[in-house]
């Protein structure tokens, strides 16, 4: 499970930069739904105090090429189209909680694109009745992972542009791209490779660092269950078509 200082993940096109908790450690930042539309994040409770974690939903939707987040709130309740079970909970030091994402509106909402939601995982200290300091506000830094409801896709359609120090992925299809972007000549490392994943209509600019800058990048493309997958090397001020 991640237990870093600082995570910097790019997911579907967003660059989310997030501090992790030191008191709490989570098994995923990205899961996909299972066949059923549910999926699994399991936290655990890494602090010798007991913790109360809430978890708050956001939908994430496209328009017009851009990111549009819509938050779970009382006011939009009826638009709910996502589960978390339990909502929030307490867990002891030591242990650990599985919390359930599930779609519940099917087959009212079933989509021909993705449904992107992100978690908002917050702990906050837990103290039994009498326990409480005076003056006690405290709130541990927590987690936005990124939870995704496939849809079914029968081809790739993308385009890619290579200019100065930007990769530009355009995904024109209906479900999220996983793109490994390599610049690596003799050894395969961090430095010169970069794994984003890229929603369904976003076009995403990927700035590139001086070490992968070099002119010539190979992209290996696939969605999420590997069963379509593509393989290119672009080169800087080339613009490529897939679809």
């Known amino acids: 499970m991640p237990n870093i200082k600082h995570i910097l993940t790019a997911v579907f096109g967003l660059f989310i930069s997030i501090q992790t908790a030191e008191a709490i450690?989570?098994?995923?930042?990205?899961?996909?739904?299972?066949?059923?539309?549910?999926?699994?994040?399991t936290v655990t409770n890494t602090d010798d105090k007991k913790l109360f974690l809430n978890i708050g939903i956001t939908e994430l939707t496209m328009v017009d090429g851009e990111i549009v987040?819509?938050?779970y709130t009382r006011d939009n309740i009826e638009q709910w189209a996502l589960t978390v079970r339990p909502a929030r909970s307490m867990i002891k030091p030591g242990f650990e909680k599985d919390f359930t994402l599930s779609?519940?509106?099917?087959?009212?909402?079933?989509?021909?694109?993705?449904?992107?939601?992100?978690l908002a995982v917050v702990p906050t200290p837990y103290f039994d009745k009498g326990q409480r300091p005076d003056n006690a506000m405290q709130m541990a830094i927590g987690f936005a992972p990124i939870f995704v409801v496939p849809a079914k896709s029968?081809?790739?359609?993308?385009s890619t542009r290579y200019v100065d120090n930007q990769l530009e992925v355009y995904n024109k299809g209906n479900t999220f791209l996983n793109v490994s972007v390599s610049a690596c000549k003799d050894d395969f490392n961090d430095t010169c490779n970069k794994d984003i994943k890229v929603l369904a209509g976003r076009r995403f600019i990927m700035e590139l660092k001086p070490e992968m800058n070099n002119g010539?990048?190979?992209?290996?493309v696939s969605t999420t269950?590997?069963?379509l997958k593509d393989t290119r090397v672009v080169i800087r001020e080339a613009n490529n078509e897939k679809g």
């Open 69 to 71: 987040k819509t938050p």
């Open 216 to 220: 010539s990048l190979e992209l290996n």
């Open 103 to 118: 779609l519940n509106c099917l087959p009212d909402c079933a989509s021909d694109t993705d449904r992107v939601f992100q």
């Open 25 to 41: 450690q989570i098994d995923s930042m990205f899961r996909v739904a299972d066949a059923n539309s549910e999926g699994v994040f």
């Open 225 to 227: 269950d590997k069963k």
């Open 154 to 158: 029968d081809k790739l359609n993308y």
